[in-house]
Antibody, heavy 117, light 108 residues
Framework: VQLLESGGGLAQPGGSLRLSCAAS????????MAWVRQAPGKGLEWVSL????????YYADSVKGRFTISRDNSKNTLFLQMSSLTADDTAVYYC???????????WGQGTQVTVSS | EIVLTQSPGTLSLSPGERATLSCRAS???????LAWYQQKPGQAPRLLIS???TRATGVPDRFSGSGSGTDFTLTISRLEPEDFAVYYC?????????FGQGTKVEIK
């Protein structure tokens, strides 16, 4: 199983970024997927989860209305569209498989998002 | 939203010692919905335990989980050098997922 995030980088406050997570080694379309972030020197924060078919999505209050999770099962890829970014969104963003929709396993290596002017 | 509080914040121990990490929830959590993760510097988190007490594949049996309701514990029976890391508990409830703030297990 491999999860490879990309799309991170430097964004301006109020700007947008789109993260991707390429999955391999398992039947991507069978499982829910999630994004979890970690601000510098801080703990883990669940951000969003999407069911295997994409018919249901869930968001942390801190990102609701600003972030959109989606997936393309034909390309084994998970996305996180982030907009109206603030400095508080600065973090490493991990994608993770969520077979049971209860916990997260395994995780990708993460992609750094920095929001700064 | 269920808040998880981990204690202590930092645990200073020597290899071979026993580590006891606590995770307390602001309201009752189903034992089916409590997990523990290990994170080493510069690495992604790794699932250690799910269902409160079920070790993930490849996790040594010196790691054990227990608890119910609002109080959960991760125990490392004899610390090995590779066990010094940060540990997080995580719960699921009401279509929300949350993590504790973490306990750092450091070498004394």
């Amino acid at each position: 199983v491999q999860l490879l995030e990309s799309g991170g980088g430097l964004a301006q406050p109020g700007g947008s970024l789109r993260l991707s997570c390429a999955a391999s080694g398992f039947t991507f379309s069978s499982y829910a997927m999630a994004w979890v972030r970690q601000a510098p020197g801080k703990g883990l924060e669940w951000v969003s989860l999407i069911t295997n078919t994409g018919d249901r999505t869930y968001y942390a209050d801190s990102v609701k209305g600003r972030f959109t999770i989606s997936r393309d099962n034909s390309k084994n890829t998970l996305f996180l569209q982030m907009s109206s970014l603030t400095a508080d969104d600065t973090a490493v963003y991990y994608c993770a498989n969520s077979v049971t929709r209860i916990w997260f396993d395994p995780w990708g290596q993460g992609t750094q998002v920095t929001v700064s002017s | 939203e269920i808040v998880l509080t981990q204690s202590p914040g930092t645990l200073s121990l020597s290899p071979g010692e026993r580590a006891t990490l606590s995770c307390r929830a602001s309201q009752s959590v189903s034992s089916s919905y409590l997990a523990w993760y290990q994170q080493k510097p510069g690495q992604a988190p790794r699932l250690l335990i799910s269902f409160t007490s079920t070790r993930a594949t490849g996790v040594p049996d010196r790691f054990s989980g227990s608890g119910s309701g609002t109080d959960f514990t991760l125990t490392i029976s004899r610390l090995e050098p590779e066990d010094f890391a940060v540990y997080y508990c995580q719960q699921y409830g009401g279509s929300r997922w949350s993590f504790g703030q973490g306990t750092k297990v450091e070498i004394k």
